[in-house]
């Protein structure tokens, strides 16, 4: 495992490895990167983590102070796994170039977390671009809990034609229910219960649901949530997955969207 701090340095060490797997995380490593990381080592080549907190996708300075960080964990998993580079800028080093692209901002970007999390995409896409100029992986890998996340950077990817294929990973959850998640680790254990109702919930009511799609309203849902002792819904939002259209007809797949508070931890996740 080799653990560059670097542009320089990683450029020089990858140089001619075409066939690199790319798992971009911020640390704090659970059950769902490990997963990525499983499955891009399924993929024979090259395995690229990369750790950074990037201040930029913060729309909220206590957020980005309170984002668990633990690297000495991190890399003691990462090892384990036997994965072949680690990448863990600074700020300096992935902010001080100049980029050839300019990022592409599909307008899915305004909904669900867009409208919540001002700039929070736009700081997204800008450091992945980064990233994807620097290492020019074969693959990306990404997780669907951040499906808004995984569509914009594949839309992204498409209209600058970036030579990398995105693969999208299945959620993992934990035996609760609740999707694994860096920011699970700020949860009190009453609070973990909480948001264990609340997928449990929506997984119950997901065929009610559909019986009757046109006149979906989250009102009640929202109340239901609150009393299980939700502080605050972001959205609660249904998206065709495909079409990303609102859904009409009962045989769509389609997803539940959320994003909610538990005191000052905002979860988000799709069902
Ligand atoms: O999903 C994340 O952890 C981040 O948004 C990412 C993709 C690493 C970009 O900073």
């Not at 979906?216 to 002792?229: Q, Y």
């Amino acid at each position: 495992m080799k653990i560059i701090k670097s542009k320089h340095k990683l450029q020089n060490e990858i140089l001619n490895i075409k066939n690199i797997s790319f798992i971009p995380t911020m640390g704090g490593l659970h059950k769902g990167h490990i997963s990525l990381i499983k499955k891009s080592k399924n993929l024979k080549g090259k395995t690229l983590v990369s750790i950074f907190v990037n201040p930029k996708q913060f729309n909220n300075k206590n957020d980005f102070l309170k984002y668990p960080r633990n690297l000495k964990k991190d890399l003691i998993i990462l090892k384990r796994l036997n994965v072949d580079y680690i990448y863990l800028p600074n700020f300096k080093d992935i902010y001080s170039f100049r980029v050839k692209n300019k990022i592409f901002l599909d307008k899915f970007s305004k909904k669900l977390c867009g409208k919540s999390r001002k700039g929070h995409f736009k700081g997204v896409l800008n450091i992945v671009n980064r990233f994807l100029l620097l290492i020019k992986p074969k693959y990306i890998l990404l997780g669907v809990k951040d499906f808004q996340q995984s569509y914009l950077i594949t839309k992204h990817i498409l209209k600058r034609k970036i030579n990398t294929k995105v693969i999208n990973c299945k959620t993992i959850r934990e035996k609760n229910g609740v999707a694994y998640s860096t920011r699970n680790k700020n949860l009190t254990n009453n609070q973990f219960k909480v948001a264990s109702k609340v997928i449990k919930y929506l997984r119950n009511n997901k065929k009610l649901i559909r019986k009757d799609l046109t006149n979906f309203k989250s009102t009640r849902i929202k109340k239901d949530l609150k009393n299980f002792g939700v502080t605050k819904i972001d959205y609660i939002e249904l998206y065709n997955s495909k079409s990303l259209k609102r859904p009409k007809n009962k045989k769509e797949n389609f997803r539940i969207f959320i994003a909610f508070y538990l005191n000052k931890t905002r979860l988000i996740d799709n069902i």
